[in-house]
């Protein structure tokens, strides 16, 4: 039972689709316990398979019992076990705020809807657990595919930002999907740990320096890392709230995570690093470009989600570059910010969950005045906005040290720099609409707000609040984190 | 020139999918109209399944099915046997791209729906005003 307990992470969520697709048809009602149920117990999954992993150590698992290079191959070492934690988690609390807001939008359709999120979750986790090349491409479109569905059930313009995302997706699948093609015609599997121990007989071939690139590429396309990111933006405004919510915390993160399984279980850091240090400063140069640029293109929106979605490309920026600094400061960096920028994102769109239900528009304009009517969810965006700044204790502070560290012991000062401009933007970005939900009132020309404290709905106040508090706890836990599980998870050789 | 031409020749297969994809790549990216997009990227999607189809030929091989009386006599010889696993892969890799073809196929149903043309520019235009 034990052994198998990483099974029942992927599985339950997928048996839960099955359920809530056979039974929400009959009744509505079944809908929020099977849903929570299914995603409650594989978090507690989840955390066993940490607690076992940090007790046991790393383990693979053959399933089917079919030995690999053969059969497929599921890995659970402390990074893996750590993102499993971390999407479970963040996949339950995010399933409040979208049973609310689902109900509300797409009042009979919410069974279609938590069918597609429940085979997302399942895909995530399966991206989080494989070990094989061909099997994650097959997750990655699972994963892709029910995107693209949750983001077309939202209103307006949403089914063509959907269409969109769509061609952009399937071109960076395709692009993985070559590259695996390339490393499988010269090597003959498709095993990570397997082509791992081939590599170095291909090494020196031209065909492997194609595969990583078509590969990695894919990647960034699906990461949104700019000047690949022209599909996020609109993708993840224009999506239902109760989509947001969900794919806008995780989505991005697990592909960097996918980034780096990539690059450290398939290839080597010598072999990315270090025979082309060329490469390697020209990847963290546009990183240090993707950061500012994507800062200085969320100043100019006016629209609270708008402006969230341009700071997750920021962030995607953040995270490549500290995998690409080539030192471990910043790779522990850009791990640990993946956990904590998919709690900031979580809190944030929690925020824009709370502020839809009540005000509806999320325009700047129709946002005076919330810190009188709604108190607590302002404080938990003020505490969501000092992370995404950087100010301790909150968890945001800790990952971007780590990372400027790591730049300045690379000697990378561009991406230093980018990385101070950017929490200097993201200070103005936030202050800004404290600026005007604090300061402003309703007197000039706004239709006043009805009552004067009209809180968030329980379903998304709760699961919000929680988030805040964890940005707080995260960043003070970030000690053992860093000690117990990251440092673990860092390769040899950097 | 004459290597060249003669390195076309002997990878003939290879230069043919990196045609179609291109072909794909270009409808992808230069045609407005939604479906022709939609085409492209099946054009895509296709050359890279031909690439891994035509990667796994074995010239004078015969299908994986085995005696097993005379592999237990005489073992497998390896290069009379085709290598099943590129298009068990692509068996996967096709149903993927129906699956998105399908989905892709329903939205734009709900585009034409809503805004009654499928040219990106008329879209645009009807969204703006």
Not at chain 1, 26 to 33: A, F, G, I, T
Not at chain 1, 60 to 67: A, C, H, K, R
Not at chain 1, 247 to 260: F, G, H, S
Not at chain 1, 353 to 379: C, E, Q, W
Request: proline share 4%; net charge neutral; with cysteine.
């Amino acid at each position: 039972m034990t052994g198998n307990l990483h099974i029942y992470v992927l599985a339950l969520p997928l048996v839960g689709a099955l359920l809530v697709n056979l039974l929400g048809r009959y009744s509505l009602r079944l809908v929020p316990p099977l849903v929570l149920g299914a995603l409650a117990l594989s978090f507690a999954a989840a955390l066993k398979v940490l607690s076992g992993v940090l007790e046991h150590g790393a383990f693979s698992y053959t399933v089917g019992n079919w030995q690999p290079p053969f059969g497929i191959e599921l890995v659970v070492d402390h990074l893996s076990a750590l993102m499993l934690v971390l999407v479970s988690a963040v996949a339950l609390v995010a399933s409040f705020a979208s049973l609310h807001s689902v109900a509300r939008e797409l009042a009979d359709r919410q069974q279609h809807f938590f069918t597609l999120y429940l085979i997302l979750i399942a895909g995530l986790h399966g991206l989080i657990l494989t070990g094989d090349a061909f099997n994650l491409y097959v997750l990655l479109e699972i994963t892709s595919i029910t995107t693209y569905g949750l983001i077309a059930m939202g209103r307006g313009r949403a089914p063509l930002s959907s269409f969109n995302y769509i061609i952009m997706g399937s071109i960076a699948a395709c692009f993985y999907l070559l590259g695996v093609g390339y490393l499988y015609i010269l090597t003959g599997t498709l095993n990570m740990a397997d082509i791992a121990h081939i590599f170095p007989t291909v090494q020196g071939n031209v065909a492997v320096a194609t595969a990583f690139a078509f590969m990695l590429i894919g990647l960034w396309i699906k990461m949104a890392f700019f000047p690949l990111h022209g599909w996020l933006p609109r993708a993840y405004s224009d999506a239902p709230i109760g989509t947001g919510v969900l794919v806008a915390p995780l989505m991005t993160k697990v592909t960097v995570y996918l980034m780096i399984r990539v690059m450290f279980s398939v290839f080597t850091p010598q072999y990315e690093f270090f025979q082309h240090p060329g490469v390697q400063n020209a990847i963290v140069w546009v990183a240090a470009l993707a950061i500012v640029c994507a800062s200085i293109l969320a100043l100019g929106q006016r629209d609270l989600r708008r402006m969230l979605t341009y700071i997750i490309v920021a962030e995607v920026g953040y995270m490549v570059g500290g995998v690409w600094l080539a030192n471990s400061q910043g790779l522990t960096g850009a791990i640990l910010h993946i956990v904590n920028d998919a709690l900031m994102t979580l809190c944030l769109f929690l925020v824009v969950a709370a502020i839809a239900s009540r005000v509806g528009s999320l325009h700047f304009d129709n946002l005076t005045g919330l810190y009188r009517k709604m108190p607590l969810t302002m404080a938990a965006f003020t505490v969501g906005a000092f992370a995404m700044i950087g100010v301790p204790p909150t968890c945001g502070f800790y990952s971007k040290w780590y990372l400027i560290l790591g730049g300045i012991e690379a000697g990378q000062w561009p991406y230093v720099v980018a990385l101070v401009f950017s929490s200097l933007v993201n200070a103005v970005l936030f202050f800004r609409i404290i600026e005007i939900a604090y300061f402003r009132t309703e007197g000039d020309g706004h239709v006043p707000l009805p009552g004067p404290i009209a809180e968030a709905p329980q379903m998304i106040l709760q699961p919000l609040l929680l988030a805040a508090v964890a940005l707080i706890l995260v960043g003070l836990a970030t000690g053992p984190l860093v000690e117990q599980v990251i440092r673990v998870a860092v390769p040899g050789g950097l | 020139m004459d290597g060249l031409m003669s390195e076309i020749v002997a990878k003939y297969n290879y230069w043919i999918y990196v045609i179609l994809m291109m072909i794909g790549f270009y409808a992808m990216l230069a045609k407005r109209n939604l479906v022709k997009k939609l085409f492209g990227l099946n054009i895509f999607q296709t050359a890279i399944i031909l690439m891994f189809v035509s990667a796994g030929v074995k010239h004078g091989a015969k299908i994986p099915i085995l005696d097993k009386h005379e592999v237990l006599e005489h073992g497998v010889n390896v290069a009379q046997v085709v290598n099943p696993l590129p298009h068990v892969l692509m068996l996967t890799a096709i149903v993927v791209s129906v699956s998105v073809t399908g989905v892709a196929l329903a939205i734009l149903q709900r585009i034409y729906r809503r805004y009654g043309t499928l040219e990106e520019d008329e879209i645009l235009e009807k969204i703006k005003e």
